[in-house]
C-alpha cells in the first residue's frame, strides 16, 4: 500500500530564517505531487505541484519554492521566511491518471515568529 | 472559472441525529468530485467520490453522498452522527482532464454535540 510521508510535524522558526520541509511517497511510482497551504479558518490553497523529476509548477507567486529531486520526494523551501508564511503545509500525491484522488500528507504546523 | 461552495461554515448537530453538508460547485465541463474529512492537527482523508456511474456514492464512516448534475451539487449526508465525526469537512472538484488542478471549498465545521 501507498504511504505518505511528511516531516517536521511542528515548526516555529524566526522571520527572516530559512526553510526546508520534505514529503515523500513510498509503494507507488511517478506521482503527481503537491504542497498546499491551509491558513488558520481558511480553505487550502495550493503552492506548487509536480508531475516529474525537476518539473515544478507554481500557483502562487511567494518566497517559497518546491523541488522534487527524486521520483517520490518533495521538498519545500524558503530563502527568508516570513511571518504571513506561518500555516499548515499539507503535502499529497496522486496518481497519473485523472480521475486519482488526493492523499495527504499529515501536515507540518509552522509558526513564524 | 471553476469554484466550489459550501454553505455551512459551521453545523452543530446532536449525536445520532441525521446530517447533510452542502457542496455546490460551478464548471462548464464535467468533473469528478470528493469529500475529504480533515481531524484537528491532522491531513485531509478521503471520504468518498463520485468518478461516474450511480450518483449515489458510498464511503467510509457511514458517510454517502449524492451527485446531482443539474443542480450541480454533491451534498454529504450520514444518518446518525457520532461523537467522533466532529471534523472539518471539504467538498472537492477535479474537471475532466484538465490537469492536476483539484479545487477545494472552504470546508464546513461539523460540531457533534452529547
Known amino acids: 500500500s501507498q504511504t505518505i510521508h511528511q516531516w517536521p510535524a511542528t515548526l516555529v522558526q524566526p522571520v527572516g530564517s530559512p526553510l526546508s520541509l520534505e514529503c515523500t511517497v513510498e509503494?507507488?511510482?511517478?506521482?503527481?505531487l503537491y504542497w498546499y497551504r491551509q491558513a488558520a479558518g481558511r480553505g487550502l490553497q495550493l503552492l506548487f505541484y509536480?508531475?516529474?523529476?525537476?518539473?515544478i509548477s507554481s500557483e502562487v507567486p511567494q518566497n517559497l519554492s518546491a523541488s522534487r529531486p527524486q521520483d517520490r520526494q518533495f521538498i519545500l523551501s524558503s530563502k527568508k521566511l516570513l511571518l504571513s508564511d506561518s500555516g499548515f503545509y499539507l503535502c499529497?500525491?496522486?496518481?497519473?491518471?485523472?480521475?486519482?484522488?488526493?492523499?495527504f500528507g499529515n501536515g507540518t504546523r509552522l509558526t513564524v515568529t | 472559472a471553476q469554484s466550489v461552495t459550501q454553505l455551512d461554515s459551521q453545523v452543530p448537530v446532536f449525536e445520532e441525529a441525521p446530517v447533510e453538508l452542502r457542496c455546490n460547485y460551478s464548471s462548464s465541463v464535467s468533473v469528478y468530485l470528493f469529500w475529504y474529512v480533515q481531524y484537528p492537527n491532522q491531513g485531509l482523508q478521503l471520504l468518498l467520490k463520485?468518478?461516474?456511474?450511480?450518483?449515489l456514492v458510498k464511503g467510509i464512516n457511514g458517510f454517502e453522498a449524492e451527485f446531482n448534475k443539474s443542480q450541480t451539487s454533491f451534498h454529504l449526508r450520514k444518518p446518525s452522527v457520532h461523537i467522533s465525526d466532529t471534523a472539518e469537512y471539504f467538498c472537492a472538484v477535479k474537471k475532466y482532464n484538465y490537469g492536476q488542478n483539484f479545487v477545494f471549498g472552504p470546508g464546513t465545521r461539523l460540531s457533534v454535540l452529547p
Open positions: 509503494g507507488t511510482s511517478n506521482p503527481n
Open positions: 509536480s508531475v516529474g523529476i525537476g518539473q
Open positions: 463520485y468518478l461516474s456511474g450511480s450518483t
Open positions: 499529497a500525491w496522486s496518481r497519473v491518471s485523472q480521475d486519482s484522488p488526493l492523499h
